[in-house]
C-alpha cells in the first residue's frame, strides 16, 4: 500500500492530534489535578475492600473461603502502591493521546468476517460491572460531563469528548480500573468487591472533582460562559441579608431560663429550633457592624464541602493513637476545612470560603463538641472518642440540617449515647474504665470516619454494652449494701453485748486479771455472735448470759468442769480451735483449784492470747468492724437538713464538690437509721468512703453537697441550652461595650 493511499474503508486505529503548547500545558494540569483528586479515594477504597473482605470472612463458616479472603487482603496489602500506580498510568496515557480519534465502526461485511468466538462468562461479569458502573457514574454527572467533554475538546479541536474519548470520565476510570487490577491474583467474586469499593469510594464522589476541573478551565478561559442550562433555584434568602436584619428573641428557642431568658426548647412544630436560634446570637456575638462578604467564586460548593468532608473524616482511621485525637475547635475546623478544599482547587483557584451558613454550622458543631468535653474529665478516654467523631458529625450536620432540630436523628441520638457512656461509665474517678466499652467506642470511630451515613446499628451495639455494665454495676451494689448491712447488724450486736457486760460488771464487783480480758474481750463477741444468730430470746444468748453470770460469781458454779466445757464451746463459736480453747479455759480456771494439765496454759499466756486475737469481725473480707458514730452537735442549719432525712430514700443521688473544684455524683444506696451510717456507691457500683448522716448534713448545709435530680432532657439539648446561655452572655457583653465605646 502507498503511503499516501488511505486505510481501507472501516478499518479502526488512532488518529493522532497535535496539541499546542498551551493546551498541552492545559492537559497536563488537567491531569495533575484528577492525579491529586484520586489519591485519598483510591487509599480509601482498599481499606474499604479490606474491611468488607474480612466481614465476608467473619460471616463465612467455609474455611476455606476464610482461607481465600485472608490470601486477597495479604494480596492487594502488598499490591497496593502498584494498582495505584498502573490505575495512575492509565489515566495519564489518557490525556497524553487527549483528542485521538478512531474510524468508523467496521462494517456489517467485515464483523462477520471475523468470526464468532466464546466468551468467558466471568469476563463477561467483570464487563458487565465495569460498564454498570460507568453508566451510574456518567448518570450522577451527566451535566458536568457534558461541559467537561466541550472544554477538553476546544484543547484538542475535536468535537465534543464522551464516553471513553474523556480522559477523566467515568468510563475512563472504570477502563483504569481494569488494567489496574488485572495483574492482581484474585478471584472473580473479590474483584467485584473491589469494583463496589471504588465505585463508593471514587466515582459517587467524583461530581465535586468534575466540578472543580470545569471551574478551573472557566477560570483558565476555555468557554468561561459556557453552560448547559442556567441555575434556577429558589431559596431562602441569603445568610448576609439574614444578618441584617434587626435581632430579636428567636420565636424558634422558646422556654423560660432564668431571670426570663430565652432558651432552646420545643417550637410549636414539635422541633427544637436550635439551628436558626443559635445563628441569630452566634450573629448577634460577631457582629461588628457588618458581614464581610467573598466573591462568589470563592464560596465552596456544597460538593466541594461535602467531597473535603469525606477526605477528612476519612483521616480519622490514620491516627494510629487515640491520645493524639483531639477535640478541636472552631478556628482549628475552619482551618483544616478550608485548607483540604484548597488541596483538591484547580491551580490558579481564588482561596475557599465557606458561606455563611455553612461556617455557622461548623462553628456551632464545635462548641457542642467542646461543651461535651468539658463535661468529661481531662483523663477520660471519652476525649478521645469525641474527637474522633467531630468530623463525621459536622459532616451529618452540614448534610441535614435535622442534626440540630430533630431530637431522633440518627446521628444526634448516637452523639447523645455516646456522651452519656462517657459521663456516667468512663470517668477515672470512678475506678478503672470498663475496657470492652472502650473498645466498642474505638471501633465506632473507625466506622464513623469510614461510612457515608451514620448506621443506627451502631448506637444499638454501644447501649447494649452499657446494659451489661449496668448489670454488672448492680450487682456489685447489692453486694456493698449486704456486707454493709452485715457490719452494722455486727455492730449494732457488739454495741449490745458491751452494754450487757458493762451492766453486770458495775453492779457486782469488777474482776480482775485475765477473766476481766476474757469477759470484756472474747465473751463479749461471744454474746454478740449469739445475738446475731438467734436474737435476745435465743436459747444460745439466755445460756451465754448463765455463763457470764457464773463467771461474775453472781450465780453459783454447780459444776466448775461443766462451767469450762461451756467456756470452752463458746471461744469454739468464734473460731478458735479446739486444742487451743481447752488451753485459755485450763489457764483460766487454774486459780480454781483444779489439777491442771501439762498443756494448759499460765493466766499470764492466757491473757496474751487474748489481747492478740483479733475482733469479732476483723480481719474479714468485709473489712474491719464500724466503730459507733460518736454523736456531735449540728449546728442549726446542719439540724435541719438531718431532720429532713426522716423522709429520705435510698437510691437518692448525690452531687458531692470536691477540694480541686470538681463534682462527683455518688448514690445512696443504704443507710442505718439506728447507726446514722451511709453507704455511697459510684455510678459503677463501687463503694466510697464511709459517710455518716451527720457530716452529710453539714455538707449540704455548707452546699458542699447537694442532692441531683435526675434529668429529662438529652445530654445534647442540655449542651445547646448551654451554647445559648454562653452566646446570649456574650452578645450582652458586647453591646455593653459597645455603648460604653
Not at 226 to 253: G, I
Not at 337 to 360: K, N
Not at 441 to 459: F, G, N, T
Not at 558 to 580: F, N, T
Request: with cysteine.
Amino acid at each position: 500500500m502507498n503511503a499516501g493511499t488511505p486505510p481501507p474503508h472501516g478499518r479502526t486505529g488512532p488518529h493522532p492530534v497535535a496539541l499546542s503548547p498551551r493546551a498541552e500545558c492545559e492537559a497536563q494540569q488537567g491531569l495533575s489535578l484528577c492525579l491529586t483528586w484520586l489519591d485519598v479515594p483510591l487509599r480509601e477504597s482498599l481499606r474499604e475492600f479490606d474491611r468488607r473482605l474480612f466481614a465476608v470472612a467473619e460471616s463465612s463458616r467455609n474455611h476455606l473461603e476464610q482461607q481465600t479472603c485472608f490470601e486477597s487482603r495479604g494480596i492487594v496489602e502488598r499490591e497496593g502502591a502498584a494498582f495505584r500506580n498502573r490505575f495512575a498510568a492509565h489515566l495519564t496515557e489518557g490525556f497524553r493521546r487527549l483528542g485521538e480519534v478512531t474510524d468508523a465502526a467496521p462494517t456489517r461485511g467485515e464483523s462477520l468476517a471475523t468470526g464468532l468466538s466464546l466468551v468467558d462468562p466471568e469476563d463477561q461479569e467483570i464487563d458487565g460491572a465495569l460498564a454498570s458502573m460507568a453508566s451510574r457514574g456518567e448518570a450522577r454527572s451527566a451535566s458536568s460531563l457534558f461541559e467537561l467533554g466541550y472544554r477538553l475538546a476546544v484543547l484538542a479541536g475535536t468535537p465534543p469528548l464522551e464516553g471513553e474519548a474523556l480522559p477523566a470520565g467515568p468510563r475512563a476510570l472504570a477502563a483504569a480500573l481494569k488494567t489496574a487490577v488485572r495483574p492482581l491474583p484474585l478471584t472473580t467474586a473479590h474483584r467485584l468487591i473491589l469494583f463496589q469499593s471504588v465505585d463508593a469510594r471514587v466515582l459517587a464522589q467524583s461530581e465535586s472533582f468534575y466540578g472543580a476541573l470545569n471551574e478551573h478551565y472557566r477560570t483558565r478561559g476555555i468557554l468561561p460562559g459556557f453552560r448547559v442550562y442556567p441555575n434556577v433555584r429558589v431559596s431562602a434568602p441569603p445568610a448576609v441579608e439574614r444578618r441584617s436584619r434587626p435581632r430579636e428573641a428567636p420565636a424558634s428557642l422558646p422556654g423560660a431560663g432564668v431571670g426570663g431568658e430565652a432558651m432552646p426548647g420545643t417550637s410549636a412544630e414539635g422541633h427544637i429550633g436550635v439551628l436558626e436560634g443559635l445563628r441569630n446570637l452566634l450573629t448577634t456575638r460577631l457582629q461588628t457592624g457588618h458581614v464581610a462578604g467573598f466573591a462568589a467564586g470563592r464560596i465552596a460548593s456544597d460538593d466541594e464541602l461535602q467531597t473535603a468532608l469525606m477526605a477528612l473524616q476519612g483521616h480519622v482511621s490514620d491516627v494510629t493513637g487515640a491520645a493524639q485525637r483531639e477535640i478541636r475547635s472552631a478556628q482549628a475546623l475552619r482551618d483544616e476545612l478550608l485548607a483540604q478544599m484548597d488541596r483538591t482547587r484547580p491551580s490558579g483557584s481564588p482561596p475557599a470560603e465557606l458561606s455563611s451558613e455553612q461556617g455557622d454550622t461548623v462553628e456551632l458543631t464545635a462548641l457542642l463538641f467542646e461543651n461535651l468535653g468539658q463535661q468529661v474529665a481531662a483523663a477520660s478516654p471519652a476525649r478521645a472518642v469525641l474527637g474522633g467523631l467531630q468530623w463525621p458529625m459536622l459532616r451529618a450536620a452540614v448534610n441535614d440540617r435535622g442534626f440540630f432540630d430533630q431530637p431522633e436523628h440518627p446521628a444526634r441520638r448516637l452523639l447523645d449515647t455516646v456522651g452519656e457512656a462517657a459521663h456516667q461509665w468512663l470517668d477515672p474517678a470512678d475506678g478503672e474504665p470498663d475496657a470492652a466499652l472502650i473498645d466498642r467506642l474505638e471501633r465506632l470511630v473507625m466506622q464513623a470516619s469510614h461510612a457515608q451515613v451514620i448506621d443506627p446499628a451502631w448506637r444499638a451495639d454501644i447501649e447494649q454494652q452499657i446494659a451489661l455494665l449496668a448489670r454488672k454495676a448492680h450487682v456489685a451494689e447489692r453486694r456493698q449494701i449486704e456486707a454493709m448491712e452485715g457490719r452494722d447488724r455486727l455492730e449494732r450486736a457488739r454495741q449490745r453485748a458491751t452494754d450487757i457486760m458493762d451492766e453486770r460488771m458495775v453492779k457486782d464487783a469488777t474482776p480482775r486479771g485475765v477473766l476481766r480480758i476474757l469477759l470484756e474481750r472474747t465473751w463479749a463477741d461471744v454474746i454478740a455472735l449469739h445475738i446475731l444468730r438467734g436474737g435476745e430470746n435465743g436459747e444460745a444468748f439466755l445460756h451465754c448470759l448463765g455463763v457470764t453470770d457464773q463467771l461474775l460469781g453472781r450465780r453459783p458454779i454447780a459444776d466448775v468442769q461443766k462451767l469450762r466445757a461451756d467456756v470452752e464451746r463458746g471461744l469454739e463459736h468464734l473460731g478458735m480451735h479446739s486444742a487451743e480453747a481447752s488451753q485459755v479455759a485450763g489457764g483460766l480456771f487454774e486459780p480454781a483449784g483444779h489439777d491442771t494439765a501439762d498443756t494448759d496454759l499460765a493466766p499470764t499466756e492466757v491473757a496474751l492470747r487474748l489481747k492478740q486475737r483479733p475482733r469479732l469481725g476483723e480481719g474479714t473480707a468485709h473489712g474491719d468492724v464500724l466503730a459507733p458514730v460518736a454523736p456531735t452537735a449540728l449546728d442549726e442549719a446542719a439540724q435541719h437538713v438531718y431532720d429532713g432525712f426522716a423522709t429520705l430514700r435510698f437510691g437518692t443521688w448525690f452531687t458531692f464538690t470536691q477540694p480541686d473544684g470538681s463534682e462527683s455524683r455518688r448514690k445512696l444506696a443504704w443507710f442505718s437509721p439506728a447507726t446514722g451510717r451511709c453507704l455511697f456507691v459510684t455510678p459503677r457500683g463501687g463503694r466510697t468512703e464511709d459517710i455518716d448522716l451527720t457530716r452529710l448534713a453539714r455538707l449540704i448545709a455548707t452546699n458542699q453537697a447537694r442532692e441531683w435530680k435526675e434529668q429529662r432532657v438529652s445530654l445534647i439539648d442540655r449542651a445547646w441550652h448551654a451554647i445559648a446561655r454562653n452566646l446570649r452572655r456574650d452578645s450582652g457583653d458586647t453591646r455593653r461595650m459597645a455603648g460604653n465605646a
